[in-house]
Nanobody
Framework: QVQLVESGGGLVQPGGSLRLSCTFS????????MDWYRQAPGKQRELVAT???????IYAESVKERFTISKDNAKNTVYLQMNNLKSDDTAVYYC??????????????WGQGTQVTVSS
């Protein structure tokens, strides 16, 4: 069974930085596409960044040039480096793992979320 645990959230001033981590417990981490989502109060959960198994990163327009997703297969961990944070980035951030490859479907698995608050 896959478990995901996010960490690294907190309170930061506008313009500041945070690095979120998502640690994967289970088998075959390298098979999974890893995503970061966020959900602000009163809003739908939205995709922030995706890291494919091949290392391709895709970002939401709102975070391009500011956020960077990376993956360390040796540590079974995916990261989200967030720079130049804005108040609109305030949300609970979730990690998701999923495999959709041909007939192989695993997940999706979600973490419990970590709160990011951007405020002066």
């Amino acid at each position: 069974q896959v478990q995901l645990v996010e960490s690294g959230g907190g309170l930061v001033q506008p313009g500041g930085s945070l690095r979120l981590s998502c640690t994967f417990s289970g088998n075959h981490f390298s098979f999974y596409t890893m995503d970061w989502y966020r959900q602000a109060p009163g809003k739908q959960r939205e995709l922030v960044a995706t890291m494919s198994t091949g290392g391709t990163a895709i970002y939401a327009e709102s975070v391009k040039e500011r956020f960077t997703i990376s993956k360390d297969n040796a540590k079974n961990t995916v990261y989200l480096q967030m720079n130049n944070l804005k108040s609109d980035d305030t949300a609970v951030y979730y990690c998701k793992a999923e495999v959709n490859h041909g007939v192989l479907h695993l997940g999706p698995y979600w973490g419990q979320g970590t709160q990011v608050t951007v405020s002066s």
